[in-house]
């Protein structure tokens, strides 16, 4: 059976949640590769979890971003939700994922943001689809993806490009979120190198919430 797990995101200051991202289980592979019936699905089972229960900190909703541009029937059902969590006084933050996107997805985007507290670009890497879209919408943050942690191992080929995406973030007014922390080393190294949020299983791994 389909069932909700969360992983808080940490400030790495304080070391208190700032908020939790919820996954469903129907969607834990690539969300590309689900049919849109099961995203909807999904996002209603989300909607309703959270209308039933009290979070203290924002949530975090993943969005095919692909659906977004491509579905109206999709889109207005996310349209629909938020505003049904709005109401409610849900804090709520989407994160888009990193599928290919059409051309609505960028107007879309920009008439969800008033419904939400925070848009988000997940699994950023180095991949120029990426870089268009950063520019295209502007997010209020990104999540760097868990594969740039590797690039802090000081004989990688890539070694500098984390750093260099923090500053380049920095300059852009978007805050980072560091996701895949899996030790002490890449926390520290985070932490003193200005990220001051992060996710992964040393910070805390992912918990059922509810089984459907």
Known sequence: MPSLRSQPIINLITHQPSGHE??????????????EGTHRDALEDIVQFIEDHHFNTPIFINISSALISESNRFFRQVKNALKRLQDANKAISLEFTEESAGATFEKRVRCLEPLCQQIILDDFSSLSSNLDRLMRIQPNAVKLDHILLRTLSSDHQYHGIYAALIELFARLQIDVIAEGIENNSQYQWLRSHGVHQGQG????????????
């Open 22 to 35: 919820l996954f469903h289980s129907a969607l834990r592979y690539q969300s590309m590769q689900s049919h």
């Open 201 to 212: 299983y040393y910070l805390g791994p992912p918990r059922i919430q509810a089984v459907f």
